[in-house]
């Protein structure tokens, strides 16, 4: 979803036709192309993922995206190697309701909840239609599922949350990203379903951006 629409990213078509038809000719051979299929950031970010290769997924728990893009993202997830770290990072494209599902997510992930309401929560933005865009709202949810409301009360009103919240914004801001879901790789480059085609591709892409990221320079 783009900052300004929230829908997906799109790819410019402002390159010729020849370096198209290049481009779709590379990827088919297992080459992702910079500028097509994946972004090379022009200024590096540093990282701290105690040496290992950080891909970071930025989303947000309103856009059907990166609902869709969830269950493959999740898979490929639990199958990267051990010198390859990953996380989410929730996005704020404006203040409301962003900031709220910000804080959402990271207090499912102070609870060690992630992996078992990740799922349930888009279900429930994207399926039933509801905003879960008011702490009310949310903790009616949450005790619906089982948690505990006091302790994801304690958890969402926390410093550490608000913290990470934060620097999740800064982390997207350093990225320049206006769309999701986007993966950044190590601080050096970013790729989307959107930007490589499917999320399947976007993954590949993922795979061979983490690759590139093993070789110094």
């Given at each position: 979803?783009?900052?300004?629409?929230?829908?997906?990213?799109?790819?410019?078509?402002?390159?010729?036709?020849?370096?198209?038809?290049?481009?779709?000719?590379?990827?088919?051979q297992g080459e992702p192309v910079e500028g097509t299929s994946y972004v090379k950031l022009s200024q590096p970010i540093p990282m701290a993922a105690g040496g290992k290769i950080e891909v970071v997924e930025f989303f947000w728990y309103g856009c059907p995206h990166c609902s869709a893009f969830e269950p493959t993202l999740a898979a490929w997830q639990k199958k990267l190697p051990a010198d390859v770290s990953f996380r989410r990072a929730p996005v704020v494209f404006r203040e409301e309701p962003f900031t709220t599902h910000q804080k959402l997510y990271y207090s499912l992930e102070a609870m060690d909840l992630v992996d078992a309401m990740q799922r349930k929560v888009f279900n429930a933005i994207q399926i039933d239609q509801a905003k879960l865009d008011k702490l009310p709202d949310i903790l009616t949810f949450m005790a619906k599922n089982g948690v505990d409301t006091a302790k994801f009360t304690e958890a969402f009103n926390s410093f550490s949350v608000q913290t990470k919240?934060?620097?999740?914004?800064?982390?997207?801001?350093?990225?320049?990203?206006?769309?999701?879901?986007?993966?950044g790789i190590n601080g050096r480059y970013y790729t989307s379903p959107s930007l490589a085609g499917t999320p399947e591709k976007a993954?590949?892409?993922?795979?061979?951006?983490?690759?590139?990221?093993?070789?110094?320079?």
């Amino acid at each position: 979803m783009k900052r300004r629409e929230f829908s997906s990213r799109l790819i410019s078509l402002t390159a010729g036709a020849s370096a198209l038809v290049s481009a779709t000719r590379a990827f088919a051979q297992g080459e992702p192309v910079e500028g097509t299929s994946y972004v090379k950031l022009s200024q590096p970010i540093p990282m701290a993922a105690g040496g290992k290769i950080e891909v970071v997924e930025f989303f947000w728990y309103g856009c059907p995206h990166c609902s869709a893009f969830e269950p493959t993202l999740a898979a490929w997830q639990k199958k990267l190697p051990a010198d390859v770290s990953f996380r989410r990072a929730p996005v704020v494209f404006r203040e409301e309701p962003f900031t709220t599902h910000q804080k959402l997510y990271y207090s499912l992930e102070a609870m060690d909840l992630v992996d078992a309401m990740q799922r349930k929560v888009f279900n429930a933005i994207q399926i039933d239609q509801a905003k879960l865009d008011k702490l009310p709202d949310i903790l009616t949810f949450m005790a619906k599922n089982g948690v505990d409301t006091a302790k994801f009360t304690e958890a969402f009103n926390s410093f550490s949350v608000q913290t990470k919240a934060r620097q999740a914004k800064q982390l997207a801001e350093a990225y320049r990203i206006d769309g999701v879901p986007t993966l950044g790789i190590n601080g050096r480059y970013y790729t989307s379903p959107s930007l490589a085609g499917t999320p399947e591709k976007a993954l590949s892409v993922a795979d061979y951006l983490i690759q590139r990221s093993r070789k110094p320079g």
